[in-house]
């Protein structure tokens, strides 16, 4: 084996001795490639003085943050529940999201039986930086004035944080808030709420008018129903959600539904249509309408 002699290896006698000077030393020395320090290491913080911990990429640009990821992580979260609506929204509802903010999201709920019969209401879903997280609530607020125990009267935001106290995002989605929305105006009877429960209502005057004057009440929500069909036209600015009034192709294409899948025989209604209507059946009489055809209703 080789033993140390004066910090240089000398090898035994029975092997041939090789003499090490410093020049050979030097040598070596040139041979070797220069040694850079990393650039993690020796990159310092502005004005600290300290190394730096953020890493660089390959491409030069800084890696996101912890911070940051779990931002992304979210967002990727939020767009994977909005795409999971296409399925299982509730049935009149629509929600359309934001040209400028990934979070903020304009919708419209179209009533089809009870007391808000055909009202057309319009509202925002907004979800804070932190949604996705436990606690962290979702804000739904009516733009359309909505006389409601559930509603608050000055501001229009739904009882959502009275409806879910613990957000769980393991068990509560969007889907959850639209259909406890859409809910709301089916309520027949708040007599299975607490009286704690009742007390957490925003607008205390609308359940008390329900408990004791259902025909005040019912008056109330008419005019609600009739003030949500006046300004259905009323764009608010930004609102990706558009109405405009209808136009002569419009009025065609009614025609040609009434008359393609209206109601027939004893109990049927030719102005109305029956059952459900596929996109790919709304898709072909479309085509079949701008090709000419008479889908023109005999008058009575």
Wanted: hydrophobic content about 30%.
């Amino acid at each position: 084996t080789a033993q140390l002699t004066n910090g240089l290896p000398t090898t035994p006698a029975s092997l041939p001795q090789r003499r090490i000077t410093n020049n050979s030393l030097s040598m070596l020395n040139r041979n070797k490639p220069p040694i850079t320090p990393s650039p993690a290491r020796t990159q310092r913080s502005p004005g600290s003085g300290r190394p730096s911990t953020g890493r660089m990429r390959r491409s030069g640009q800084p890696t996101p943050s912890s911070v940051e990821r779990e931002q992304a992580m979210r967002d990727y979260k939020l767009s994977i529940e909005y795409k999971h609506l296409k399925q299982h929204c509730p049935g009149g509802v629509y929600l359309v999201p934001s040209f400028n903010d990934l979070r903020l999201f304009h919708g419209v709920i179209f009533v089809r039986r009870g007391a808000f019969t055909n009202g057309i209401f319009k509202f925002t879903l907004q979800c804070p930086p932190k949604y996705n997280n436990v606690g962290t609530h979702p804000i739904v607020s009516f733009s359309s004035y909505v006389y409601n125990p559930h509603v608050h009267p000055g501001t229009g935001e739904v009882d959502i944080p009275v409806a879910y106290p613990q957000w769980d995002p393991s068990k509560h989605f969007l889907v959850t808030v639209l259909t406890y929305m859409k809910r709301i105006f089916y309520v027949k009877d708040y007599r299975d709420l607490s009286p704690k429960e009742q007390r957490l209502l925003p607008n205390q005057e609308a359940l008390r008018l329900f408990q004791t004057d259902q025909e005040g009440y019912r008056r109330r929500v008419l005019e609600c129903v009739r003030e949500s069909q006046r300004s259905v036209y009323l764009n608010d600015p930004g609102c990706t959600l558009q109405f405009s009034e209808e136009t002569a192709v419009h009025e065609i294409l009614r025609d040609a539904m009434k008359k393609k899948f209206g109601g027939s025989g004893a109990g049927g209604n030719a102005d109305e249509v029956s059952g459900v209507v596929t996109r790919e059946e709304t898709l072909e009489l479309i085509g079949e309408v701008a090709h000419g055809a008479d889908f023109s209703v005999p008058k009575k």
